[in-house]
């Protein structure tokens, strides 16, 4: 079955402008996780959408958003962007009901000029 | 949730078994131990997860330690393939995962 897709895959911004980013989880999962991974701050958890509920968040300001769609499909906000959010943005699901796998996007690599 | 402890690199020889340890001391009863690797530039990719038993799949093998401080997996024969990072985590649930800096594994031939 089709993996975890991802769109766009590279994005290029300015400072000050916002951005949506798209995930389609496997088909039949309802849990969606988002993740921003930098190469100095590692991989680190934004928030999760289960059933469209936001479930848990990490510790991001409120210009990162999301939602969650009843397709179980997600979407990412990211407003008045900085450069510090150029980063790979990752999009994991799951069945989200017990403790399972998560399959991973290939993730949308956004560069903030 | 717990943190981890990986070492930052490692070498392994290409058909050899890579020994991946990690150090997770002040894991609790709830939590999972979960590897995933990451090849440069794609997404996490799922290894293995146990609670107290050792697990293998077709991939690898984890051995956590009776005390659960501790956990190693194994790749019982490495290929070029392999090298990746590999992320040690612990975590009660599996929809928020905390990733370390992880271990850089280097296969060689």
């Known amino acids: 079955k089709a993996g975890v897709t991802q769109t766009p895959r590279y994005l290029i911004k300015t400072r000050g402008q916002q951005v949506t980013l798209s995930c389609s989880p496997i088909s039949g999962h309802r849990s969606v996780s988002w993740y921003q991974q930098t190469p100095g701050q590692g991989l680190q958890f934004l928030f999760e959408y289960f059933s469209e509920t936001q479930r848990n968040k990490g510790n991001f300001p409120g210009r990162f958003s999301g939602r969650q769609f009843s397709n179980s499909r997600s979407e990412m906000n990211v407003s008045t962007l900085e450069l510090g959010d150029s980063a790979l943005y990752l999009c994991?699901?799951?069945?989200?009901?017990?403790?399972?796998?998560?399959?991973f996007g290939p993730g949308t690599r956004l560069l903030v000029l | 949730d717990a943190k981890t402890t990986q070492p930052t690199s490692m070498d392994c020889a290409e058909g050899r078994a890579a020994n991946l340890p990690c150090n997770h001391s002040t894991i609790s009863g709830n939590e999972y131990v979960y590897w995933y690797r990451q090849i440069h530039s794609q997404g996490p990719q799922y290894i293995i997860h146990g609670l107290k038993n050792n697990e293998t799949n077709e991939m690898a093998s984890l051995i956590i330690t009776e005390d659960r401080k501790s956990s190693t997996l194994i790749l019982p024969h490495a290929t070029l393939r392999d090298t990746a990072v590999y992320y040690c985590i612990v975590s009660s649930n599996d929809y928020k995962l905390s990733f370390g800096a992880g271990t850089t594994v280097t296969v060689r031939a």
């Open positions: 994991a699901s799951s069945w989200g009901l017990a403790v399972e796998t998560q399959y």
